[in-house]
């Protein structure tokens, strides 16, 4: 008989030392495909089977696999392995503990075996990992395949969210030539609030109250900043200070607001599919939601034409809308509104145009994150209309704390 030689992890949180283990990662693989074997011989499906029930049908395929292959595992090993090949049938696989650990923000998989996290807005990596290209390809298809989304060779790329509204995309060879890269920004459950931006120093509590008063007298605010500086999340606050009475319709690529008013219409984009289905832009639904009585339009992110529905909803009756955009500061954000404009059809000249914007957006709030990966409200600027041929913005607060800041 066979000696079998235990594999044995230090000691302390055994889910943690095992989860980095490059050695335990190597049997996890071994272990994984020899009890799906061993499963589907005893005609055992994930689906529709109890996890409890589940459990003790894994339990029992990898004692059999382990004593045939000599393989010796303590209590808390076979039980983070039981874990671990519940999550590859059911779940997402090695993403499952990261999606689970609620320090974790985003998720960014750089091929099979690269995978970073962002704790506390700082990017670090992690020792887990895929098997391969095809075990990845396999959790991104779990992914994508349950949203009615396709990827392959002919449609490389694709936005979606998971069943608890985390935001997902995918790129994919030939676009993506290292290798499959998934990125997966959390969905926060607990929304943050006005109070909880300022305790992170994310914002003062005098910017906090003005922007409230700002929601309350329905005021246009448009909200700019780079990738990942906390926009969406600024916006998902601000909307918090809406009278429970109106009626709210949010427009977003992937759904990601979580407004606490009763009377919310949601609607997301639709992107063209293969097999047909029709493209549904966020102008599309724009042109909708004027018919639909809203009393406040909030635009998850301003990016193509639907800057034109967008600006003529806010200056004709939707006081109080909301939108974010990217830009790199206030001035930017107004700039970029023209680029937008004048790229999809508004044929006027050019002051026209600023005169259109100034009169629609009321205030501007820029965003940043920092060099350390704090987000942070960093300028409140009050579009005071225009002064000569260029926008007049006085800046109320910036991110030196200084108040009544006036700039040209």
């Keep these: 008989m066979k000696t079998m030689q235990p594999y044995m992890l230090g000691t302390g949180n055994a889910a943690s030392e095992i989860g980095v283990s490059d050695r335990y990662q190597e049997i996890k693989f071994r272990v994984f495909d020899l009890t799906l074997e061993y499963l589907d011989q005893q005609g055992v499906e994930g689906d529709g089977i109890p996890a409890a029930a589940l459990q003790d049908e894994i339990a029992r395929a990898i004692a059999v696999v382990l004593m045939s292959r000599g393989i010796a595992l303590n209590m808390r090993e076979r039980a983070q392995l039981i874990e671990d090949v519940q999550n590859e049938i059911v779940g997402f696989g090695p993403l499952e503990p990261l999606l689970r650990d609620p320090d974790v923000d985003d998720v960014i998989v750089n091929g099979p075996a690269t995978i970073f996290v962002e704790r506390r807005g700082e990017l670090e990596p992690v020792q887990t990992r895929f098997r391969d290209t095809t075990h990845l390809m396999n959790v991104i298809q779990r992914i994508v395949s349950p949203i009615g989304r396709r990827v392959d060779e002919g449609t490389p790329y694709v936005d979606g969210r998971l069943p608890d509204g985390s935001r997902v995309n995918v790129i994919i060879p030939p676009v993506a030539l290292d290798g499959p ?186 965003t940043a994150r920092r060099s350390d990966g704090k987000r942070k409200v960093v300028s409140v600027c009050e579009v005071a209309g225009m002064e000569g041929p260029t926008y007049s913005l006085r800046e109320i607060f910036s991110d030196d704390e200084t108040e009544k800041r006036r700039v040209v």
């Excluded at 600006?311 to 023209?338: C, F, I, V």
């Design 181 to 366: 890269i998934l990125s997966i920004r959390k969905f926060k459950h607990i929304p943050l609030t006005g109070e909880d931006l300022v305790r992170s120093r994310s914002m003062t509590a005098d910017m906090l109250n003005y922007l409230a008063n700002a929601v309350r007298g329905k005021k246009n605010i448009l909200i700019c900043g780079g990738t990942g500086s906390g926009k969406t999340t600024l916006l998902n606050v601000l909307s918090s200070y809406i009278g429970a009475k109106e009626r709210l319709v949010t427009i977003e690529d992937a759904a990601e607001l979580q407004l606490q008013q009763s009377h919310v219409v949601r609607l997301e984009t639709r992107p063209s599919s293969p097999d047909g289905a029709s493209e549904v832009t966020a102008r599309d639904l724009l042109r909708n939601v004027l018919r639909m009585r809203p009393d406040r339009i909030i635009l998850g992110e301003v990016r193509s034409s639907e800057a034109i529905e967008m600006l003529q909803a806010m200056g004709t009756g939707h006081d109080g809308s909301m939108a974010t955009l990217h830009a790199n500061a206030p001035r930017d954000a107004l700039e970029r509104l023209e680029m937008l404009i004048g790229l999809h059809g508004f044929s006027t000249d050019l002051q026209a145009v600023r005169r259109f914007i100034s009169g629609a957006v009321h205030i501007v709030v820029h």
